[in-house]
């Protein structure tokens, strides 16, 4: 029998959380993957400076699933090797639940092997590495975990869940709300690994968090995930597919075509700045701080909007200084307990 590779990536600001409740000795058999929705930008940081706008887009070739009905948005990227057109779909995500059928995979394991902190923090340690292609590349401990940067806020909460997930009262409960979630993703099978770190030309960017006002001391520094993947193996017979529903009356499902299972097939869910999601290189853009990250704050049990102590990620330049950029996402440990009754609705 043979095997495809399919893949899942992962970009910008989004929330890692285990699909297990505070208090609750139970093995994590299942993660959310939570976008806030930031069409709008964020309310400003502690400078005044407005959080640029992002747009959550699940991004696919057409040429390899079966429906390609109505995108969003179509993209044509020329290779500077090729000279030829790379042609990619677009499907704005709108508070929509995303799933996956991957008949014959494994269950869920998420890659998450602790990286020493003298490691997470060394450019050179980091670059050895990266020359040998070291097992601990794939460790999701890359990504910054809530109970390293604030112990009290580590859990996924909010005084009421149907902030964020509609309640039992409505039609269809547990997805997600409109203007607050632009996607909860659910995986429970294949390989959760980190996919790049983010880098400045063949360097691993090191990061500081602290405090931005009043300016506070640094408490914790180190590299960071720029995209996280799923890796999922299929048996070559069996097709993988992906559902993208805002109730259960309106989903849209693309399938794998029957003569695309072979080699590496992808597709990425990216929460990114307009100009990320449209030019092949992006736009740089340069502020004080990253109101991106501190968003992901607001998703904490415990979160207080005059709670200023949040730390920010700043990162470490050649050439001495800071500069603060864009980080990818978090990762909580798990949900409140007062979600109970919403992990019930989401089939895991």
Known sequence: MGYYKFRVVFSGPCAYVPNILKGTPKSVTSLSVILPELRKGSLGDADGIQADRHRAALVYSPDDFDVDEDPDAVLFVKSEET???KHSSLYFLRAERVTFKFPGANNLIIEDEEIASDIIKDRERIKELIAYKDKLLRSIDWLPAMKRLRPDLQWFGAEDPIHYFRGSDDSDPGYPVIGHLAAHVILKQGNLITDQLDMINDDPTIWEFR???PPGPVVHTQALANSIALEVSMPEENQASVTIAFS?????TLTLRKDRLTGTRSIEIMNRELEAIFLPEGLEVERLVDQDFRHLYSFAEGYRPDDFNFPLPHKIV??????VGTCGGHKFSGFSENFIHVLGQWDI
């Open 248 to 252: 259960s009356k309106e989903t849209r």
């Open 318 to 323: 050649f050439g001495g200084g800071n500069e």
């Open 83 to 85: 000279g030829l057109y």
């Open 211 to 213: 405090q931005h006002k």
